[in-house]
């Protein structure tokens, strides 16, 4: 079975800095796609970034981007000049090819200091 | 025009009930899901449904069913509910050929 770990529970970064959250993956599908999705506190998931397997090149939207490494089964959402909007829970999603839901990792709490 | 709505987005209601909550998307996605968000807010997918497969989560409980009138909707049937159903649920679609999945804003169910 698929498995994904978030192991930072809660990181905490001054506004206008750089973060990166962490996640890891275990999976021996080769087919599969990755994903950050963010909850405010309205609760909505949203999706903040998305990058399939095949693809070498790290996905980028706007402030977002990832850090992709298949060999290593790392997926890390570096989030840059941080804002108070960004404040949430964030989860890292995985999903092989196919019809299939998403498996979540247990999310890490971002916390934006003014 | 939201694209995939549930209703209600709350819910209280007695140990023993049997309850449903209702999506509905107007996306033209032909896959559905549901996955519960416990208290710790671990998320979980429960049924992937398609119009032609229902995947089931086999640690969910046969009290949950998934039922489809069509292909826009999804509801999810709860039988005797217990305390640990007390969750928030959120139902999903995605389009065929993509891996991008549509949230709805989630359903808080209380069971007292």
């Known amino acids: 079975a698929q498995t994904v770990t978030q192991s930072q529970p809660e990181m905490s970064v001054q506004e206008a800095e750089t973060v990166t959250l962490s996640c890891t993956y275990d999976?021996?599908?080769?087919?599969?796609?990755l994903f950050w999705y963010k909850q405010p506190p309205s609760r909505q998931m949203i999706l903040v970034i998305r990058?399939?397997?095949?693809?070498?090149q790290n996905a980028t939207e706007n402030r977002f981007s990832v850090n992709f490494q298949k060999a290593a089964k790392s997926f890390s959402l570096k989030i840059s000049d941080s804002q108070l909007g960004d404040a949430a829970m964030y989860f890292c999603?995985?999903?092989?090819?196919?019809?299939?839901?998403?498996?979540f990792g247990k999310g890490t709490h971002l916390i934006i200091q003014p | 025009d939201t694209a995939v709505s549930q209703t209600p987005k709350y819910l209280v209601t007695q140990m023993g009930n049997d309850k449903s909550i209702k999506c509905e998307q107007n996306?033209?996605?032909?896959?559905m899901y549901w996955y519960k968000q416990d208290s710790k807010k671990f998320l979980k997918i429960m049924f992937s449904y398609n119009n032609k497969e229902l995947i089931i989560n086999e640690t969910v409980p046969n009290r949950f069913s998934p039922k489809s009138p069509d292909k826009a909707h999804l509801n999810l049937h709860i039988n005797s509910l217990e305390l640990g159903d007390s969750a928030v649920y959120f139902c999903a679609s995605s389009p065929p050929g993509q891996n991008i999945q549509y949230f709805g804003a989630g359903t808080r169910l209380s069971v007292l």
């Open positions: 999603a995985y999903r092989r090819a196919g019809a299939d839901g998403l498996t």
């Open positions: 990058q399939e397997a095949y693809k070498q």
């Open positions: 999976t021996s599908e080769s087919d599969y796609y």
């Open positions: 996306l033209g996605h032909d896959t």
